[in-house]
Every structure is written in C-alpha cells, then in structure tokens.
C-alpha cells in the first residue's frame, strides 16, 4: 500500500532547521552562566572556591540526567513497541526514534563528568580521592575495586557504546524501511528487541547506581535505577507530546498524528506519573520501616536544610496534583490541557533530578538554586538541539513502514 | 436459545414487535448502516459483532459512560475509609507501639490505603459495569430469531429497539432497508416463559440449604454437650510444634523449657534494677552481710534457702492449715493449701522470714522510697483497685470477687488469697510487699509488667494505709477528736488519710 503524501508535511518546518547552532550556543551560555551563579554557593568561607565547584558539578550532573532519562525513554520506548508488535504508535515513532538518537551526543555532554574524575577532583564523585573517605562501606567498594575512576570510566564507555549501538540498529532499519517498505526489516526488528530490553534493563540499572547513587556512596537502593528510569519515560512522554504538538503547530504531520496518539501518549504520561509514585513510595517506605541509620541517612539529608521544602514539595508536584490533572480522558484529548501537564512533567522531572542529586552539595540556598535552574533550561535547549539536528533532512513519520496503516486507523474504545 | 417454543397455556394474542433487526456480512457495512440510523436520531439502537468492531460506538452514538466517574468516587471513598480506619485502630483505639513509629498516619498506612482504594474501584468497576449494563440478563428478544446465532460467527447484526423516542415501525424497516441488509427481520417478543426453569430454582435452593449445613452444625454445638473431644478444622494451628511458657521439656537438664537467666549476665533494662527502688531491697546491705548469697540472689533472683525447700516440703509449712507461711507478701497466696502441696509446685520460695526466726536473706526496705502524698496515695488506690482488688477486696480481707465465686465454686485446688491484714502481712517491711508484687508469690503472678516501680510502692503506700485503717484503735485518734468517736454509734474503723 502507498499513501499519496505531500513530502514536505514530514519535514521539519524550514525555520527550525537552523536552529541547532542557535540553540547549542544558548544552552552552552545558559550553563556557563549557571556555573556563575554557583560561585556564590560558597558563601564567602575559606573552601568557597572548593563549595562552588562542588555545587556546579552536582548541578551539571543533575542537568544532565535530566536530559539523559528522556533519550533513555525514548530508547525504551522504541524497542517496547518492537517488542509488542505495537501498531498504533508507528506514526509517532520516527519522533522517539530521533530523540534515541541524540545518546551518542549526550556522550560528549557527559564527558566533563570523567574529566573531573582524571583530574582527580572529588566535587562530585567523594570515592575519587580514596585518601579523604572516612566510612569503611567506601572505602570497601574502593578496594573491591568498582568505585575506581578507570573502571567507572569503562562501564561508562560501555552503557553509551551498548545504547548507542541498540539505537543506530533500530534507526538504520527504520530508515532503509523508507526507502524500501520491506516487512523484514520490522520483522528483524521485532526479533531482536526483547534482548536489547534485557540489555537496556540492566544498564540503565547500573548507570543509575554508577552515575547518581554513587555520589553518596554509603547509601545504597537497589530499587534506584527503577526509579530513574520511571521518571524519565514520564519525562519522555512529555517531550514526545510537546514536540508533536508543536509540530502540529508549524503545520506538520497534520493528518499522521492523530488525537487518538496523543490520548495514548496522555495516559502513558498518566501512567508513569502513577508508576514513579510507587517506585519512590516503595523506596521511601522500606527505609523508613527499618529506620536503619546507613540507609535513611540518603532521606536525612533531602529533608533537612531547605531541602525538605522540595522533598515534601514532590509528593503533591510530583504525584497527587499532575495525577488528578490528568486522569481524565478530555484532559488527555486536549492538546491544551495535554501541552500544560507535559510542561508540568517536564518541570517535575528536573525538580526530581534536583531532589536526587543536588542535597548532596550542601543546603539549600537560593542563588546557587536559580543559576541550577538557568543550567537546566540550557542542557535542555542543547537537547533539543541535537534532537533538531538529527532531525533535519529526515522525514518525521516512516511512512513505508507496514504498520502505517493500522496507526492512523487506531482509534480509542468510547469508555 | 435460537428456538422459542410458545407454551400452550398462553393466550393467543399476537406476539409483540420489540424492533427491527438488519444483518451484515461485514463490519463496514455496519458501521456505515449504524452511522445512518444515529444521524436519524435513534439512540435506543445496538450492534452484535463476532468480534469487537473499532469505532462502533462512535457509529452507534453512544455517549461515555459516568462509570468511571462512579470508580472514582469509589476509589475515593476506599481511600478515605482506610485512612479513617487506621487513624481509628492505631491511633485511638488500640494504641501498640511498633518500634517507636508514630500511632497516626505514617507512610505505613499508604499500602493499606492504596489497596483499598483498588479494592472499592475494581468492585466498583464490576457490579457498576454489570449494573449499567442491566445484567445478568437472561434473555433478549433478538434470540428468537435463529439467524441471529452466527452473531458469534460471520454475521453483523444492527437493532433499532421500539422503544426509541422516534420509533416507527414503516419508517425503521425503509431506513434499515435503504442500506442493503443481506436481511431485514422485525424482532418479536420472546414468549417463551420468563421465569427461570425449575432445576435451576432447584438447584440454587439445594445450595442454599447446603449453605445451612455448617450454620446448623455451629449452633448445635453451641447450644448442646457433648464428651467428645472438640473438632480440629486446622489440626496444625492448634497443635504447634513448639514449647510455651510453664512446659516442659527434654532438651534441658532441668525440664523447664523457660529458661533462666544466665548467671552473672544482665538483661537489657536490668541494669538499673540494682537499685532498692528497683528492687525493694538493698542489695548493697545484703552483699556486707553475706556476700556469697548476695551474688547468688543478684544473680538469680532465687533465695539458696528458699530454694532448697522444695525438696523436703515439710519443714516449709510449720503452720500448714493457717496460710500463714513465713514469707508471704500482701497478696499472694499460694501457702500451703490443706492439701498436703504437691511435689510438682515448687511452693515459691516458703522462705522463713523475720517471724520465722531465721536470719532475713533480703535486706528489705523499711521506709518507702517515694513521698507520701495525696497524688501517690490516689495512684496507689487506683492500681490496687485495679489489680490487687479482685481476690484480695477492696478493703484486703482477701474477699475479692474472684476469691468469693472460687469458694462458691467449692473449687479444691483454689487458694484463699491471704488478707493483707494478718499478723504476718502485717509485720513486713515495705520492701518486702513491693518485692512480692514484683515477683509474684504463690499463685500470685507478677505484676512487674502491669505496674511501674513507681506504680508499685504507690500500691504498697495504699496497702499500708489499708493496714493501719483496718486496725486502727484509739490511740490513733487525735485526742481532740475522739469524743465524736464515742458519741458515733458504731465505731466503724478511722478512714485514715
């Protein structure tokens, strides 16, 4: 079957395409003002210069996975819809496609990261300089061996290589699917997604204990990488239902993303607003229950010093306000009432990532906060543009694909 | 179902017309015969598919349903009953501390509240459903029609009901005919008996009564005797392979299966109970006059003299039929019962002390270690009338209810609690009465867990106010007030205090 289209409809809209130099200098401005703003994090004491740059990298690394879970969902997403033979998403799918596609970039963004780590800072990583550690649960981790800035290095190298390689994979297929419309391909690609899940499953995992568990490398929840991974499919539902829209906006992709998309894409945000609820629940009330001092010291920390302001903030933000927002179906076949809860998702997702992290450099204060907050906006902007970059020149729905069909005939059952 | 055999005692009249029925080969056919007869304005009108159709409902008009607002609202309710029911059981009610966690609210209680929010909205979901829906109905008129059997085949059925707000016969049949049915047939009653057959009557009454069967087999146990031994539905909830407190057993030298504390450790918690406070006794005092026994009595607990009693019972009891034995504190009893006292009860300790002539093992405390004041006298009142009061009585006669019915009961192996007011009783020191309620004596159990330290010297200040009212005589009257005495008719003892 051959659906007669205009070509250009697929396409990104003109203006947006030059936008990516653009959007990398912003962001790049953005973040290096952040970095000055944190200069006021230490307070003018004798160890300022040591504090700031402690604030900054636990900031540039909570930006970061802020970006990073989003690519990561889109990864997820791609090879579930594999996995389930799913039809209905076929339309929306070269969109995640594209956004799976920025984790070899974000490699780079991730880069600073291990710098540090060579130059033998402890701003963020206190396991790097092994001499300073007091506790013997680091310290064992260090001499077991993991917590070393060489093998962190290689398993870092390792989880961008795996992701990277799965996502290349699945992308190559879907566009040799434009030019060719060949069933084998989503054949290939169904076969082999169920083992990119395992592989994804377990090194999400790890880079979650790696990369964010492992600044306050006392404390230990095996339930974390869950965590950060149930947080950014809701972030990635809300990107997905912002870029369309927007899209939709600029006159693309009109009549191949439909309402009926976008009230799946409103329940999978739904969903996982829910989900991240009883991961974070069920890691808070197993601590609590024991009330073990190793390991409610991570909470201790997140709710003291300002930080409970945030902390306790997240159950209503996080959980109780977006989750009665949109649990209904006419919220979620709005494209208003969807674009306010997926920005608000978006927001949440970055206090999360704020609340995971940023406790750990010290309390709460306010302008170090705002110039956090201005890094933010600008890895998302650099996000975005790498995301417009791949995106550029390449058409937005895979309209060889043989499950096009049965996505744009989709429609929900009337509950 | 398809066959519909009209009874024979039914009048004749004609059956009735319940609507029209369209049939279709395939789905869009249906779908575009259903948006036709919704554009007309039907809404009465249903569709029968062998499989689910996308889009019908769309098609057929149907408006969302309320049910999952009524989930909703159900869910809602299963939350807030289950926050009101452990803010109630926790909280209020039956207060039990569980390491230290707060009674209230806690993130303990969002699993319970979140199950029972699932639990209401999964419920509500189904009988809501099933309500909305008008089932479980039996039957439907289009089942009178046989060609209606392959809806769950190939078939597609379209019906326009004749209840519909615009129903016309003439005018149905010309629009359903105007979209090339394979066939057009008017649905007509279905006068086959309405009400159920009698085997499924039958059926459901054997299953009731069924149902009685353990009901009646409850209530006959409950109002009958029997000598058999009781039934034992989970044989091995009630027989546990395991030892409780006062059994025996064999893995031990000395058959007890509770055991004693290892000599020369200290239990958490036990450390201060070095103190007299604690004890009711100077430990201290007892060590410089006889240190050995004061190491074994610190230690175990255990008097070397009391203990060694119990071998040759005799001398224990040189007063058997008065339960006068040497050392019995304010309540307990135990002493010797006429009953010449089994081997198998080791008569606590039936030490001879103070009156026993024999040198004290306790150096006990003569002065009470708190104040004596209206708070303390009131605290003691209130826990001896709550704890001590049902067999020694309110007034320590060793009257209380529990003694009264026991010897109403003619019970023999009963012992008369002792009354507080024996010479005996009388004649201990303070710290002696605090001992015995701390550790029990005779039958009487401890009540350590019951009442503080505090608590008990309160209750023995209280007991020692009972003595001395109970055998007051006029000395103890201030002179200026003992000429109301004499003029009094009966000279009731002085309430002192």
């Not at chain 1, 290689?154 to 290349?168: C, D, E, K, N």
């Not at chain 1, 869950?226 to 899209?247: C, D, E, R, W």
């Not at chain 2, 009257?477 to 003892?493: D, I, M, N, W, Y």
């Amino acid at each position: 079957m051959s659906l007669k289209y205009d070509p250009e409809s697929i396409q990104l809209p003109e203006g947006w395409r030059k936008l990516t130099p653009i959007l990398v200098a912003l962001g790049v401005i953005l973040v290096a003002a952040g970095f000055a703003f944190s200069l006021f994090a230490g307070g003018g004491s004798e160890n300022a210069s040591e504090a700031s740059m402690k604030f900054f990298a636990h900031s540039y690394l909570a930006n970061f996975m802020f970006v990073m879970s989003i690519a990561l969902g889109a990864l997820f997403f791609i090879l579930v819809q594999f996995v389930a033979r799913a039809g209905w998403s076929t339309s929306i799918r070269r969109i995640a496609e594209l956004l799976m596609q920025t984790i070899p970039f974000l490699a780079v963004v991730f880069a600073p990261v291990i710098i540090m780590l060579f130059a033998n800072m402890d701003s963020l990583y206190e396991w790097n300089r092994p001499d300073k550690i007091h506790s013997s649960v680091i310290k064992a981790k260090i001499d077991v061996g993991y917590l070393t800035k060489e093998w962190f290095t290689a398993r870092a190298v390792l989880y961008f290589a795996l992701w990277s390689a799965i996502g290349w994979w699945f992308y190559k297929r879907s566009r040799e699917q434009d030019e060719s419309g060949d069933v084998g391909l989503s054949l290939a690609r169904q076969k082999w997604a169920g083992p990119c899940i395992m592989i994804f499953a377990l090194s999400v995992s790890f880079a979650a204990f790696d990369w964010v568990m492992s600044i306050d490398a006392d404390w230990f929840s095996t339930i974390f990488g869950v965590y950060i991974f149930a947080a950014g499919m809701m972030a990635f539902f809300a990107t997905m239902i912002l870029i369309s829209l927007s899209l939709q906006k600029a006159g693309k992709v009109r009549e191949l993303i439909t309402v009926e998309h976008f009230h799946d894409m409103g329940k999978f945000m739904f969903g996982f607003i829910m989900f991240w609820s009883y991961i974070a629940f069920s890691q808070l009330l197993l601590y609590w229950y024991g009330n073990i001092p190793e390991e409610t010291n991570w909470y201790m920390v997140r709710l003291t010093d300002g930080w409970q302001y945030l902390s306790y903030g997240l159950i209503p933000l996080h959980f109780a306000i977006p989750f009665l927002g949109t649990i209904s179906r006419h919220v979620r076949r709005h494209r208003a009432g969807l674009a306010f809860w997926a920005v608000w998702a978006l927001v949440v997702h970055w206090l999360d990532m704020t609340f995971l992290v940023m406790p750990n450099a010290g309390p709460l204060s306010f302008v170090p906060m705002l110039g956090h907050f201005l890094g933010g906006f600008g890895m998302l902007l650099v996000f975005l543009a790498f995301f417009l970059a791949k995106a550029s020149g390449t058409p937005l729905v895979p309209m060889r694909d043989p499950r096009l069909p049965e996505a744009l005939t989709y429609a929900n059952p009337i509950l | 179902m398809s066959e519909h055999k009209p009874t024979k005692n039914v009048e004749t009249r004609p059956p009735k017309a319940c609507g029209w029925m369209a049939e279709f080969t395939n789905e869009h056919d249906l779908l575009e015969a259903a948006k036709k007869v919704r554009d007309a304005g039907y809404t009465k009108t249903d569709a029968f598919t062998p499989f689910p159709v996308h889009g019908i409902d769309h098609a057929l008009g149907i408006k969302p349903t309320i049910l999952p607002f009524i989930v909703l609202c159900a869910g809602l309710t299963g939350l807030c009953t289950a926050l009101l029911m452990q803010w109630w059981m926790n909280g209020v009610d039956y207060r039990y501390i569980i390491s230290g966690k707060p009674f209230t609210i806690t993130p303990a209680s969002i699993p319970v509240s979140f199950e029972l929010t699932i639990l209401f909205s999964a419920f509500t979901s189904v009988l809501g459903m099933l309500a909305l829906n008008g089932l479980p109905k039996f039957s439907n008129p289009v089942f009178t029609n046989p060609k209606f059997d392959r809806a769950t085949n190939d078939r597609f059925f379209l019906y326009v009901d004749a209840a519909d707000k615009y129903y016309n016969r003439d005018s149905v049949r010309e629009l359903l005919g105007s979209v090339h049915p394979t066939s057009l047939d008017e649905v007509i009653e279905d006068s086959s008996p309405s009400h159920l057959p009698r085997p499924i009557w039958l059926g459901a009454l054997l299953l009731v009564l069924a149902g009685l069967i353990p009901a009646a087999i409850v209530l006959n146990m409950r109002a009958s005797f029997s000598d058999l031994p009781r039934w034992h539905v989970f044989f091995d909830m009630d027989f546990q392979p395991k030892k409780k407190p006062q059994q025996t057993t064999t893995i031990f030298a000395d058959g007890r299966i509770m055991r004693p504390q290892v000599p020369g450790t200290i239990a958490k918690g036990q450390l201060e109970e070095q103190d007299p406070f604690y004890l009711g006794h100077d430990p201290l005092k007892m060590s410089l006059a006889d240190y050995r026994r004061a190491v074994f009595v610190s230690a175990t607990d255990q008097d070397p003299s009391g203990d060694a009693k119990p071998a040759d019972p005799k001398p224990a009891d040189p007063k058997p039929a008065d339960p006068k034995p040497a050392d019995d504190a304010k309540p307990a009893e135990q002493s010797p019962a006429p009953v010449a006292s089994a081997p198998a009860t080791p008569p606590a300790a039936v030490p001879p002390v103070g009156d026993g002539g024999q040198a004290p093992k306790y150096a006990w405390l003569e002065k009470l270690p708190i104040e004596v004041t209206d708070e303390h006298m009131n605290l003691g009142k209130v826990k001896y009338e709550t704890y001590c009061a049902a067999c020694h009585g309110y007034s320590g006669f060793g009257d209380g209810l529990v003694a009264k019915r026991a010897l109403s009961l003619l019970q023999d192996t009963w012992t008369p609690p002792t009354s507080l007011h024996a010479d005996r009783v009388q004649k201990q020191p303070v710290g002696q009465i605090f001992h015995t309620i701390s550790k029990g004596q005779g039958k009487m159990a401890s009540y350590a867990s019951s009442l503080s330290p505090k608590e008990r010297w309160a209750v023995v200040l209280y007991v020692k106010a009972l003595q001395r009212s109970r055998n007051a005589n006029i000395d103890d009257v201030p002179v200026e007030q003992r000429s109301s005495l004499t003029t009094a008719a009966a000279p009731s003892g002085a309430e002192s205090k």
